[in-house]
């Protein structure tokens, strides 16, 4: 009978990542990183220019239903009650009807449009909001102009909420023309 000799068999090797590996795996999630960064920017500029361009479009119908119906109509703005602040959120095309008692009634026009969560507006900077007192909106007359006659620098500023306080790189000016009443969207 022959008897078999074992040969030793090598001790196996540890599992392990080399350095080149590791380095790799670091790169790529680096690079996904900021890709989503970049990506996340990108929607909240798309998220600004649709805001900016809703409530252009807002001013636009009020202007031409004041027009077409020969009645005062606003732009009305409503705010939320939101970390202590009441910021302005929603907003709403709204029809200025006289009673027979002298008293204004209003009727929605529209349905109630309401910011993205990642845009806010800079009451600060938006003189057409500025008068917190008094203010019942951004009223247009029959004839489509702004009913307030000082109007010359009656502009919104829509940015990012993320930058809030601060004057970001991304922001959206929509300036409302006191003679027409016809709205201009400028971006920097």
Request: proline share 6%; aromatic share 6%.
């Amino acid at each position: 009978m022959k008897t078999r000799t074992s040969t030793p068999r090598p001790a196996k090797a540890e599992a392990a990542f080399t350095l080149a590996e590791l380095l790799t795996v670091v790169a790529i999630i680096t690079l996904l990183m900021t890709l989503s960064t970049a990506g996340w920017k990108v929607v909240s500029s798309m998220e600004l220019t649709g805001a900016a361009e809703s409530m252009s479009g807002a001013f636009s119908t009020a202007r031409q239903h004041a027009v077409a119906h020969n009645r005062q109509t606003r732009v009305a703005f409503f705010r939320e009650a939101s970390e202590g602040k009441n910021p302005i959120r929603t907003y709403q095309v709204v029809e200025v009807v006289r009673k027979a008692d002298g008293t204004d009634s209003v009727r929605g026009i529209t349905q109630k449009f309401r910011l993205p969560e990642s845009v806010m507006l800079d009451e600060e900077n938006s003189p057409l909001v500025a008068d917190q007192t008094t203010w019942e909106g951004v009223a247009l007359r029959p004839n489509g102009q702004p009913r307030n006659p000082g109007i010359a620098t009656g502009y919104l500023v829509l940015q990012p909420r993320r930058y809030a306080g601060d004057r970001p790189a991304n922001y959206i000016v929509i300036q409302l023309n006191p003679l027409n009443g016809r709205t201009q969207l400028y971006q920097p």
